[in-house]
């Protein structure tokens, strides 16, 4: 592909409205052959809803896109992909029963009319993956793939479409390190080649070291556009934001106390049957946070869930702040001083039909403070929670707004209001800031601290409340992003394969270093 | 016992279970082809009743067995347009609206029925065909190769079903949409389409069920079916959505039929208890069911109606 001072694509004033929500704001926005372009912003700033207009997704309700100087209309993925624009769907867009040369193949035109022609795709692939190093077998059975190859099939049907311009929507989200260096590698063939990228992530390192040039969206408009030699992650997070950001929190030198959370030789079978959590040791100490670092599905939500009480484990035993708690009821373990953060916050930590003061109430609803011989207090309960809105910042239009109108990082505040008003001795928190934005987030990481400290003064009131309540928690963190974790952890340990590859001190540790434990690589000094 | 199970008998028991599975088998594989692209259609029963109505006027007037069957054949194809406009483009609550089509296909049938014909006049049934050379194997001619015409494409529809839904894109379209429909609406393919081919398809083989019931039969009456479609819904799970699953679901269920009925007729099961017999076979069916269903993973967006960018 030849000329590169033209650009592939333009997308000039594009404007598209929801109910209620202007999601693109009069929109500019263009990619050249070899570049990559970033598309950055918070949830809800617009990215996707902009890919999804160029992918034929969602019309545009004002403004033109042209493709190689014309203008084209888009008003299906097919016209998207006619017109040479591919997209790497955040959400894999594969179908899992289906083989990869299957997959290849929807909505192809067969060689063979009306029968498939999988051996001609199975050949073309093995061509494809071969020039763009993206190993795979064409007949495997897609959900039997990980996660790195799924997105690599993801890739290969993009080429076989023979994409110019392709969209990569939050591509690194699901990759350990290692894998990730690995798509870049790729994606930097792709553009060697002349083809365009569309980079969606908010993952700042990441865009800083792929990107040509960046685009910040904020409320469905642009808020600048930069190349990327210059800019910095804190001035990238405050155009994202619109003000000043303060990306690694402050915190303390942990002073830890007795151990709170002891889980001893613990194995937990899977939804598959297959061993989830295989012989895992872990303790934590009061006034610590222990970050499990690892990709998802190496058993963290099994060892989250048994912890929890939710699953139950084949051997091995749990105790909460001294007391077994191994194969007791949530309740019981609640009881004994364990709060909850479930990795899915709509499926398991909310109930989005429910107002938000009943979603702050599903703990203690039959505490005596809240019920009357069967009734609720609801003098009591609306004070109690309208304390929680304030004190957790949680933006609703009021109390018995349905929590799941909320955004993600509200509905993640409601939950966590709830799970430390109780004053925990332990908190496990699984993917606490997963989607939520990076205002949310920052919110989010120094409540975690000052709980661990214990000195803030809305929880300071609070455990003046629950006088009985001790107050220094022990919190174990699970989290797939390693900023996360590194910003938190007073310990990182890395699981892999349901077992503890490693702990490390995230002062001292790299990423590297954890990236290659979170794939099973042991280094010899760690 | 002994001697009840003699060879005649279980030649007749054997022949007897194989057709009685036609219906079956036919009504359920055209639901596997509704099934596998996401659409559930519990309006089987209501298609497969009109569908035998229709076989049997069309009998009863012409006095032609293949005109029945392509009577039956259009009154399904109507009525599974009508389910694909009523599941897919209104994308209406699958497990309601089916019902309503089964009502409608019960009361229709029988007003028809009342109106059109009043007594029950018998009809021609399909003419017995003999394979050459096969019928002629001692027991095994008998059972398997004395059949009509309809048993035989019945059974070659198996492999046929199985081809198009492995090897054809059609197919291949039928499964990515059942399994994960905004994954194969952005590659272009239809979802609501492929769903519409797929449900179409499955009202016009219940439909042409129907008609092979009525007229192998050789008459009509109010509720013909006695539940059989819902009996194909629930094959098309026993047979964990392949073809060949479910025709071996239809002939369990066509041999426990068979066998009640060679019992019966033997005077094996006392005539007060024929009632209670006449149960047997949906109670093998939902037990055999309950066993079979805990394995089985239907497709994932069965039931769930697309619309694209949500």
């Known amino acids: 592909m030849t000329d590169r001072s033209s650009p592939i694509l333009e997308m000039k004033g594009i404007t598209k409205r929801f109910p209620g929500v202007l999601a693109n704001d009069n929109v500019d926005f263009d990619v050249y052959p070899g570049e990559v372009h970033t598309l950055l912003g918070e949830n809800g700033a617009g990215k996707s809803t902009l890919v999804k207009i160029l992918y034929g997704l969602y019309p545009a309700d004002e403004g033109e896109v042209l493709i190689d100087g014309e203008v084209v209309s888009l008003d299906s993925p097919t016209d998207a992909i006619e017109h ?71 890739i290969i049907k993009a080429l076989y479409r023979d994409a110019r311009l392709l969209i990569l929507d939050e591509p690194t989200a699901v990759l350990t390190p290692q894998e990730v260096d690995q798509l870049f590698v790729t994606l930097r063939k792709l553009t060697d080649d002349g083809r365009g990228l569309i980079f969606i992530s908010h993952k700042l390192h990441e865009v800083l070291a792929l990107s040509t040039r960046i685009t910040v969206l904020r409320r469905g408009a642009v808020t600048g556009q930069i190349p990327v030699e210059g800019a910095t992650r804190e001035s990238l997070a405050n155009m994202m934001v619109g003000r000043a950001v303060k990306l690694t929190p402050d915190k303390l030198p942990a002073e830890p106390g007795e151990i709170a959370l002891k889980v001893q030789d613990l194995i937990v079978m899977g939804d598959r049957g297959v061993i989830a959590v295989d012989g895992l040791n872990l303790s934590v100490r009061r006034g610590e946070i222990l970050g499990i670092a690892g990709v998802s599905g190496n058993g963290q939500r099994e060892l989250a869930e048994t912890i929890a009480g939710l699953r139950q484990s084949e051997s091995g035993t749990i105790e909460v702040a001294g007391i077994d708690v191994t194969g007791a009821r949530p309740r019981k373990i609640r009881d004994a001083g364990l709060a909850y953060v479930p990795e899915e916050r709509m499926r398991e930590g909310a109930i989005g039909d429910f107002t938000v003061w009943e979603n702050l109430l599903l703990i203690d609803y039959s505490s005596p403070e809240y019920l009357r011989s069967g009734f609720f207090k609801f003098g009591a309960i609306k004070e109690h929670s309208q304390d929680l809105v304030d004190t957790f910042d949680i933006r609703t239009p009021s109390l018995e707004t349905s929590c799941g109108s909320l955004s993600g990082g ?117 | 016992m002994g001697e009840v199970f003699t060879a005649a008998v279980l030649v007749a028991v054997v022949a007897s279970a194989i057709r009685l599975a036609v219906p079956l088998l036919l009504a359920s594989l055209g639901e596997t082809f509704g099934q596998r692209s996401g659409v559930l259609n519990l309006g089987v029963d209501g298609i497969m009743l009109l569908g035998a109505f229709a076989g049997y006027y069309a009998v009863l007037k012409t006095g032609n067995v293949w005109l029945g069957l392509l009577a039956g054949a259009i009154v399904g194809l109507f009525l599974g347009l009508a389910s694909s406009f009523i599941a897919v483009t209104l994308k209406a609550e699958q497990g309601i609206s089916g019902i309503g089509v089964y009502l409608f296909g019960l009361g229709m049938s029988d007003l028809l029925f009342q109106k059109l014909v009043g007594t029950p006049i018998p009809i021609n049934t399909f003419p017995k065909v003999d394979i050459p050379i096969l019928s002629d194997i001692p027991y095994l001619g008998p059972m398997f190769f004395q059949h009509s015409t309809v ?42 389409g492929t769903r519409w081919a797929a449900e179409t398809i499955g009202g016009t083989l219940a439909g042409i069920a129907g008609g092979v019931l009525a007229i192998s039969l050789g008459i009509f009456q109010q509720n013909l079916t006695n539940g059989a479609g819902f009996i194909a819904i629930a094959l098309v799970y026993f047979g964990a959505f392949t073809p060949l699953g479910i025709m071996w679901g239809a002939l369990l269920f066509g041999a426990i039929n068979a066998l009640v009925l060679e019992l019966k007729t033997l005077e094996i099961i006392p005539r007060d208890l024929s009632n209670l017999a006449a149960m047997a076979p949906a109670i093998i069916t939902i037990l055999a069911l309950a066993v079979v269903a805990r394995r089985i993973r239907a497709p994932a967006a069965l039931t769930k109606p697309f619309t694209r960018g949500h």
């Open chain 1, 84 to 154: 040479g624009v591919g997209m790497i769907h955040q959400h894999f867009m594969l179908v899992p029963t289906l083989t990869v040369a299957e997959n290849v193949s929807l909505g192809l035109k067969s060689s063979r009319g009306a029968l498939t022609d999988l051996k001609a795709v199975s050949e073309r692939i093995l061509e494809l993956s071969n020039e763009y190093g993206l190993d795979l077998d064409p007949s495997a059975v897609v959900w039997q793939l990980s996660v790195g190859e799924r997105q690599r099939v993801e």
């Open chain 1, 410 to 526: 509200n509905i993640q505040k409601v939950i966590m209001a709830r799970e430390l008003s109780s004053s925990p001795t332990v908190l496990v928190a699984s993917q606490p800031t997963r989607g939520v934005d990076i205002g949310a987030a920052e919110y989010i990481h120094r409540r975690l601290i000052d709980t661990r400290n214990e000195l803030t003064d809305a929880e300071f009131i609070h455990a003046k409340l629950i006088e009985h309540r001790n107050a220094c928690t022990a919190i174990l963190m699970i989290s797939e992003d390693l900023d996360e974790i590194f910003g938190l952890s007073d310990r990182v340990a890395v699981i892999y394969e349901g077992k503890i590859m490693g702990i490390v001190d995230p002062e001292t540790a790299t990423r590297e270093e954890v990236g290659l434990m979170m794939a099973g690589i042991t280094t010899t000094n760690a």
């Open chain 2, 151 to 192: 048993v035989y494409l019945a059974f070659a529809a198996i492999p046929v079903s199985t081809f198009i839904i492995n090897r054809t894109t059609f197919g291949m379209n039928i499964r990515a949409v059942g399994e994960y429909p905004e994954a194969a609406d952005t590659l272009g393919v239809s979802v609501a």
